[in-house]
């Protein structure tokens, strides 16, 4: 009793899932203990997935008691999982303030790539896209986005047998624009990066825009983490329409900005991937595909087809397998190098765009679906 009474007075704890290596360091010098502290507490929660400080056996028990009583070490709450018959696992997480976000992890061969939030929901609100047509709520803490991470590499008892690296690559692709959740985007791309965490390689932690150029330029400044920009379109009037924050920041711009980005890696080797999501009879014809040829000559970059994830009353289609092709092949042709991205976890609704969760309360949901039948109203 006496305790419930004491932690229901307590201040807030700090939650130091989500802090850097400089950031803990700065926590630790603050309380008056010695810098590699930090160090000793990151191991213990990002190598082993230790949560409880009691259990942190290398700190003297004074210590550990005064982390318990200021600090914790909080991962993110999972409503729901699911597993796809292709070996896709998507997490529905429940965030502070009641939001979904959703996380996904693909596997493919020797690799396991996890799809990361950034936000619950988007203000960007891109014409095919259902995160957008969710509008935005808020963004996620640097602990509810690295919290992802811990949190699959938890579900395969990867930490306790000692296999941390199940994750191999992480794409900020999931919920949100990384862009405008600057400081805690870049702070959990620090620890997937840092080696006292997850040391993934910095080739292999990518973030996606749609293209939030002041952003980008100040990251440039800062990170080193590859580059995925979302184009859609080989023209500004058709962007305007698909991306409308390219009315803002057209695609000159952009392309301008995602130069620099590569330019300023000490790593010059490295390109920008373009996406292109491709949508029937929108984006999607020989014209286009020559035009984006033109448009990227010169450009350091690769280039990422996605077909369009279909969902309710999006007002789009996904092209047929040989529209694709001879989309692909146009490229190719032109000298490029052209992925197409294959649909995983269709059987879960875990494709790209279609991360909205199921578990939305129904009058949002219905509200969602009318103003979505008027929109298509209006474009018809
Ligand atoms: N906000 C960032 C990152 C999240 S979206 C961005 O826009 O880049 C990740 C990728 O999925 C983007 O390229 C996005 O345009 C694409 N996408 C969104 N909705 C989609 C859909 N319904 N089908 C296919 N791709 C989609
Ligand atoms: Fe936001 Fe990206 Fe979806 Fe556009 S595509 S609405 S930027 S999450």
């Known amino acids: 009793m006496e305790q419930l009474i004491a932690s229901s007075e307590a201040p ?3 939650n130091l899932l989500g802090m850097s290596r400089a950031q803990l360091e700065a926590f630790f010098l603050e309380l008056g203990e010695k810098r590699f502290r930090a160090q000793q507490v990151m191991k213990w929660i990002h190598h082993q997935g230790v949560t409880d400080f009691a259990l942190m056996s290398n700190l003297g028990k004074a210590l550990r008691e005064r982390l318990a ?3 914790e070490v909080r991962p993110p709450q999972v409503e729901s999982r699911h597993d796809s018959a292709d070996g896709t696992r998507k997490w529905l997480i429940r965030v502070e303030g009641g939001g979904l976000v959703e996380t996904v992890l693909i596997p493919d061969g020797n690799r396991a790539t996890l799809c990361v939030s950034s936000q ?3 203000s960007l609100d891109c014409s095919f896209c259902s995160t957008g047509k969710q509008g935005f709520q808020r963004d996620l803490s640097a602990a ?3 919290g992802q991470l811990w949190l699959a590499i938890d579900s395969y008892d990867a930490f306790q047998a000692g296999k941390g690296r199940v994750v191999t690559n992480v794409v900020m692709m999931g919920m949100g624009e990384p862009l405008l959740n600057f400081d805690n985007v870049v702070a959990a791309m620090d ?3 840092d080696d006292l965490a997850y040391g993934i390689s910095k080739r292999r932690v990518t973030l996606s825009t749609s293209g939030v150029v002041p952003a980008l330029d100040r990251l440039a400044e800062i990170s080193e ?3 995925a920009i979302s184009l859609h379109a080989p023209n500004d009037a058709l962007r305007d329409q698909l991306v409308p924050v390219n009315r803002r920041y057209p695609i000159r711009m952009l392309l301008d900005s995602a130069r620099n980005y590569i330019d300023a890696q ?3 080797k490295r390109v ?4 292109y999501t491709l949508m029937a009879g929108v984006n999607d014809q020989r014209e286009h595909a020559l035009e984006l040829a033109q448009l990227l000559r010169d450009f350091p970059c690769k280039i990422n087809l996605i077909p369009f994830n279909p969902f309710p009353n999006s007002g789009y289609e996904r092209p047929s397998g040989n529209a694709v092709s001879r989309f692909w092949q146009v490229l190719v042709d032109a000298g490029y190098i052209v992925t197409v991205r294959t649909t995983r976890g269709d059987d879960i609704d875990a494709a790209c765009g279609q991360l909205v969760g199921e578990v939305v309360d129904r009058t949002r949901r219905a509200e969602r679906h009318r103003s979505r039948n008027e929109q298509a109203e209006v474009t018809a």
């Open 12 to 14: 807030a704890r700090v």
């Open 69 to 71: 009583s200021v600090a």
């Open 120 to 122: 619950v929901g988007c």
């Open 144 to 146: 509810e986005i690295i």
């Open 191 to 193: 620890l997937m990066m």
């Open 225 to 227: 983490a590859s580059l």
């Open 266 to 268: 000490r790593d010059q």
């Open 272 to 275: 920008v991937t373009v996406e």
